[in-house]
C-alpha cells in the first residue's frame, strides 16, 4: 500500500469514528431534553405525547388536593388549565397562586404525571417560561 493510500484510509476511518461518536452524543443529548410547553401549548395538542417534557404557569388557587403522598394541582396560564398529579414531597415554596414548572409526562386522560416540582425561591420570583406563558395567555385574552 503507497503511503498516500495509507493516508486516506486513515483519515477515512477517523472521519468514520468521529461521525459514530457524533451520532451517539447526539442522539443521549435528544433523550434527555425537556421542553417547556404552556397550558395552551398542551391543550392545543403541541405538547409530545410519549416523551417527557416541562409545563409552566401558576397553581390554580383552590385546587391543590393532597392525598398522602399525591398531591393533585391545577396548572393555568391564566387561559387554559392542566391537572397535575404529583407523588413526591413539594419544595417548601410551593403554594397556590404562585409560579410553578413541573416536569413529566401527559397522561392518556389529559392529566400531567409529574415526576419532578419546582417552584419559585422568593417572593418576586417566577421561572420566566412560566411568565411568559401568563403574560402571552392574557394578551390572547384581551
Keep these: 500500500m503507497k503511503p498516500r493510500h495509507k493516508r486516506i484510509a486513515l483519515i477515512v476511518g477517523g472521519l468514520a469514528s468521529l461521525g459514530v461518536a457524533a451520532y451517539f452524543v447526539l442522539k443521549a443529548l435528544n433523550s434527555n431534553i425537556a421542553l417547556f410547553y404552556t397550558p395552551t401549548q398542551v391543550t392545543a395538542g403541541e405538547a409530545p405525547k410519549d416523551r417527557a417534557f416541562r409545563i ?22 391564566t387561559a387554559k388549565d392542566i391537572p397535575v398529579a404529583f407523588t413526591g ?19 392518556a386522560d389529559g392529566q400531567f404525571v409529574a415526576s ?26 384581551k
Design 56 to 77: 409552566g404557569g401558576l397553581v390554580k388557587v383552590g385546587t391543590v388536593q393532597r392525598n398522602e403522598m399525591t398531591i393533585r394541582f391545577v396548572v393555568t396560564d
Design 89 to 107: 414531597i413539594l419544595p417548601d415554596l410551593f403554594k397556590e397562586g404562585k409560579g410553578v414548572v413541573a416536569q413529566g409526562k401527559l397522561a
Design 116 to 141: 419532578e416540582v419546582l417552584a419559585k425561591h422568593d417572593e418576586n420570583y417566577m421561572p420566566p417560561e412560566a411568565k411568559h406563558a401568563v403574560d402571552q395567555a392574557q394578551k390572547t385574552i
